[in-house]
């Protein structure tokens, strides 16, 4: 069936390429048969180039309803080259190596240039892709060669179009000192021009020469609430990604790893600062670009700045252009501002916004983040904003009600922690891991965990919910923001989940695997308390117990495994840690109750798990599962005695002792 299809397409293509010129072979195509009738019923020199060599892009149907600008000739001739791209970029075969890129020049006036690119093994003219190209001749044995393309190529023309002279050789210093000069839609970019002029145009010699840059350039809304005077050479120099064309398609999506581009502040070796950006379509399909500063001074830190398109890919002699609506690697608002759900600029942090508005005193908490300078760093506030899509998944589970206080509070720290930071690349701490004490609310205990995954990403964990970084360092003056893809607090995995996927529970959850201890912790109608021993905790047991370590966990005696386990573990209840320091006891599946009891340790309070000798500290507290808590401890509760070295009839499980019992008596029978 797949063939026959594929048969049918290569078919029509073929039919296609017999119909005669590049009319008639557009004519021939229904989804592009618009673009034919454009060509063939406006007037104009497009024609005759119509019988002539000429290669022809033509967007589809669908592009031309969805484009609310002039199809006059200039938009016709605009669509048309009379050069042919090079063989490479002749086909649509994905064998051919990416990032390749030509310019052509269209036959309107001035020339402006068509960007041929393959990119992720598509080709592309401008913003534009390609679906096919399919070869032409006319009727006199001239070449031509059809582009059918999925979205329009918008000119850049003059306001006056019978100005002749206003089209030739228009490069982004064109538009930046003749602002009004240009069809930019209803946009103006005269503050950021008159910025540049008081700066110096010399000093941006990209903006005059000729190249394949791109240019991002800050509409004149974009200073309403901001001090021009903040636009330095070094911000200026941020918004050029020098031999780079940088256009809206094709583009990668919010969360996907994002292509770095170095700025031309990156490339000044002798300057400190060193900014590169990135552009990505976020949960709504809008189109933004992100500044990262890498290297930052005291006038502009490290971090991100997020801003939108809003209107891109204006083709220039040099490069294509941006207009973005605020400036890049200024950070200009607080955190509040970025997050204020009123601002349609702030909707991928809309939901998590929404709950900060219920909570009166954490929104004023929020409001009033003071930021002091402390040598080469700001304090202020870190806050860790769930996506959007994070709320809709517990939607669907039906958990998403109000958050409360101590949930909210789970992804804010009363200082600035990038994802950079020391205490997080290189913890000090046995288990990897970097405690931060979350702040609020005001008489909080609880603690946010973070910590390198494999992958290089960064992981957190809030009251047993383990979450992942999606999109770090978004700077505001007061604070900075990192987006996450879990809501922190609320829980939707099991005890079976928890164990398997966190760092420190690595090998309790391997020890567990045996004869499918863990298998039980799937089942969310039954609740459990558990305290879980650490890496550590197991390693310290192999240091004064080897022997019993190695029959734990060689798997033959499981049984022995199992007990140890049970020794932890309570079925039928979930206790929190303030719970259990209430009860003053844990009463497991095996052996007498476990103490509970808390402890002024160096000025803070302490939870303790005391059997007989034995006392072990709660290390983390309060890993809520959809089925219980999680507590982790940094000792293993057991002793020697607990396992038998050879796995003696004393402590074989009940059946087995049985059936031996009941084969000694058959044989005391025969006999």
Known sequence: FKMLIVLLLFMQIFNIALCGNVLELLKGMATHSEFASLLENTDGVHKYYLDSYVTIFAPSNAALKGYDGKKNKAFLLNHMASAFPQPNLQTVNTAVKNDEVERLTSLLQGHPPLWIRRKNDDLYVNNAKVSMVLPANTKDGKKQFLYPIESVLEPLVPQMEDSVSDYVDIKAIDVLKHTKKYRIENFSIELFS?????????????????????FFIPVDEAFQALDKGLIDKEVVKSHIAPNNLIFTNPIRSIGEEMELYQTLQYKQSSMEVKVAVSMFKDINGDIKVQSQTM?????????KVIANIVKGNIPVQNGVIHLIDKPLVILANTLWQMLDPTKLENKRFSKFADEITKNNIFLDKIKNIESKETDDFKNGATIFVPTNAAFEELEKYGLHHKLSPNVLGLH??????????????RPQTDFQMYGAKVGFPFDTKNQLWIWNGTNNEILLDGMGVQAKIVDSDIRATNGIIHQIDRVLGVPVNSVFEKLKTDPMLTLSHLLGEQENYNLKFHDISVNYTFLVPTNNAWKDLKKRYATAYKVLFHGQFFYQSNNILDRHLQIGKAYDIDSLVSLGELRTVRGAPLKIYSDIINGEETIFVKHEETIA?????????SNGYIHIIDKVIMKRRDVTLSGENKNLPSLTINLLMFMYFCVFLIK
């Open 194 to 214: 008159n910025r540049l002029n008081l700066l110096g145009f010399k000093n941006f010699n990209e903006y005059a020469q000729y190249g394949k840059s791109t």
């Open 295 to 303: 290297t930052g001074n005291r006038n502009h830190p490290r971090g």
């Open 412 to 425: 804010f720290l009363d200082y600035t922690l990038e994802s950079t930071d020391v205490r997080i690349v």
């Open 617 to 625: 500290k709660i290390i983390r507290s309060n890993l809520k599962c």
